[in-house]
């Protein structure tokens, strides 16, 4: 995504429809997201043992949805983008037909509405689908409703501070673009349209799913992978991007470090009531 200022805003859900047709070709196949979504599928195998019940949130094409399902989860992917979720069921027609699998056009701040569907064991968001709600108070209390107590959720968003990103923008003399995250809310282009999102520090993520969730660990995704925009540099360079998900996978969990990243994975605990 790029950030724009200064335009007419969409609704997440109208500009994921706009480039659900070729978002795999943007950043689904690519080198750094690969790199990026590997990471991230180390925790969630790590979080939801074979046979676990799990909701995900923001699914999009649904490749995290079929890699758990593929691995022995039973998945209910959901999307506020219905032509994301089109997109995913095209998918899973034209490979094998999982009945652990299940897509729904459901929007995230709408969770609400699977109360008959639940308890699940956990839940997961990946890849800032969450930085496009301002609020996330009264998603804490739906998934609050619908995980059982001990159940884990992992939510991958944007993080405030990315140095690579900081970096990148400083050495092309582009500072308002280096420190854009610190103003917490900035804008992103989807194809031809505009969307609002935030950048939630720990923190205030923290404050948002208490008292229902306890905050267990995190870690950086893309602390040394760079973000997406740098595909076009990176994927010439197979054993530099080798190297970057190797120090990724070392340094990911350390203090300081961990919030420094493109995104930052965080693991909550669900309270017993």
Known sequence: MNLAQGVTLSSPAAAFDSVAGSYDELFTRTAIGRAQRNQVWR????????????????????EDARFLANRGRSV???????AMIEMAKCREQRGRPLANLEHLHVATEDLAC????????????????????????PVARNLAGLVKPGGRILLCLWSR???????????HGQLKKSVRRLS??????????TISVSYPSVHSLRVSFSPWFELGSRC?????????YVEKSISKHEKLLGLLEWLDRECA???ILRDAGDHMLLEFVRCDP
């Open 220 to 228: 950086a995704v893309g602390l040394f992978v760079p973000p997406s």
């Open 253 to 255: 969990d350390w203090p």
């Open 114 to 137: 699977l109360s008959d569907r639940g308890p699940f064991d956990g839940a997961f968001s990946n890849f800032s689908g969450l930085n496009c709600l301002a609020d996330l108070k």
């Open 184 to 193: 917490k809310v900035a804008t992103a282009r989807l194809g031809d349209m």
């Open 43 to 62: 925790k969630l195998l790590a979080a939801f043992a074979p046979g676990s019940r799990i909701l995900e949130l923001n699914c999009g094409t649904g």
């Open 76 to 82: 209910v992917a959901c999307d506020a983008s219905m």
């Open 161 to 171: 501070v990315c140095w690579v990103e900081m970096l990148w923008y400083l050495f």
